[in-house]
């Protein structure tokens, strides 16, 4: 592959993954400050909170590690790692979109939320197989 599609590839990545981490990161202050709010009501919905919080973590440290690596041309590594964000981030949206109400009103445009840290991961494995 040519260094120039090389180059590009690593600025499509890039680009994607600082979506992505935007997108987790305000999907999981949303869930989390929707927990809050539920929180004050009912006492027992404070773990929620934590395992939200600590999902949206290591997601997000899973995308940035995962840019990194493809950018330090690591693409089978970053590729998986950016897809096992993606997935992270899939199961986080799925779970609380039936569980929550309030997040109901993204549909259908919020699946498109976990779009970007699969596509990147992606790129990154079938850009490692050539």
Same mark, same amino acid.
């Given at each position: 592959?040519?260094?120039? +599609? ?58 940035? *590690?995962?840019?990194?690596?493809? +950018?330090? +041309?690591? *693409? ?55």
């Amino acid at each position: 592959m040519s260094k120039i +599609n090389l180059k590009t590839l690593k600025i499509i990545t890039i680009s994607l993954g600082l979506l992505s981490v935007a997108n987790v990161i305000l999907l999981g202050i949303y869930i989390i400050n929707c927990y809050l709010v539920l929180t004050l009501l009912i006492d027992n919905l404070y773990m929620e909170v934590v395992y939200v919080g600590f999902a949206t973590l290591v997601s997000v440290s899973l995308i940035i *590690f995962g840019c990194y690596s493809i +950018n330090k +041309n690591h *693409f089978l590594r970053g590729g998986i790692s950016n897809l096992v964000a993606g997935i992270i981030t899939t199961g986080i949206y799925l779970n609380y979109t039936l569980n929550l109400a309030m997040l109901q009103k993204f549909d259908p445009l919020g699946y498109f939320l976990s779009l970007p840290p699969l596509i990147n991961g992606i790129i990154g494995i079938i850009t490692s197989k050539v």
